[in-house]
């Protein structure tokens, strides 16, 4: 009970039914009846509506698609993994021996599935008003730093569609390394082409991000090689 107090008071919310809050961090390797699969379906539908609305209200001048692309990387893995990590959420995940001893409560997926759930279980008990209050704290500060300009287009999909544009294969993404303590992982990404002999390496605190930046080096040295397509 004393840890679950601890977790309620880093999301800001109290749960009244606290089996409700156990559930949302029940990772199915635990059980495949009882675990939180069905809150973190709910979850991730009721913070889609959240945050769509949140940005429909902030930005009357946007466009779908520059909306969508907004909303995608507020409620994507990476950033519900590192909206987790400052809670400290995997010290209080309930995992299966084997989940637990392959690193199960560091692992991004796993993290946000939960921070899911836990939206879920907030409506359950709730309601959508108080979800939505719960959900613009966490979020506030990536929200406020949002503008229009964030939504261009990411380097891995622009790598994409230039070599799609030049009839090329798609670019392989490969880890070298991972480096670093539990909580600060550094990630080697190496970006490989088809018919390009050069490697393009990236690094970041993510998978994600390490990818981003080795394509955004594959873009750079294609902007040089095909300049007409890659502008």
């Known amino acids: ?39 973190e379906f709910l979850g991730d539908s009721v913070l889609n509506l959240i945050i769509g609305g949140e940005l429909f209200t902030k930005f009357p001048q946007g466009k779908e698609g520059q ?4 909303r995608a990387s507020l409620v994507r893995g990476e950033t519900l993994a590192q909206i987790g990590g400052e809670f400290g959420l995997g010290e209080f995940l309930i995992l299966g021996p084997g989940e637990h001893k392959s690193g199960g409560a560091r692992r991004e997926s796993t993290l946000a599935d939960a921070v899911e759930a836990i939206i879920g279980a907030i409506f359950c008990e709730s309601g959508y008003n108080e979800a939505r209050k719960v959900v613009l704290r966490w979020f ?29 294969g798609l670019p392989e993404y490969r880890i070298l390394s991972v480096s670093g303590s539990s909580h600060q992982q550094v990630f080697q990404i190496e970006c490989a082409i ?6 393009f390496a990236g690094s970041g605190l993510s998978r994600r991000q390490a990818e981003q930046q080795a394509a955004g080096f594959a873009l750079a040295s294609l902007s040089v090689k095909y300049k007409s397509a890659a502008n």
């Not at 909306?67 to 907004?70: E, G, H, I, K, V």
């Open 194 to 199: 088809t018919g390009v002999e050069e490697r």
């Open 1 to 39: 009970m004393k840890q679950t107090s601890l977790l309620c008071s880093r999301i800001g919310y109290t749960f009244n039914d606290f089996n409700l809050l156990n559930l949302a961090l029940t990772h199915r390797s635990v059980s495949g009846q009882t675990n939180n699969e069905r809150l």
């Open 140 to 168: 506030d500060s990536r929200i406020q730093a949002l503008t229009l300009n964030d939504t261009v287009k990411d380097n891995k999909t622009r790598l994409q569609e230039i070599l799609q544009h030049l009839k090329m």
């Open 67 to 70: 909306l969508s692309r907004l």
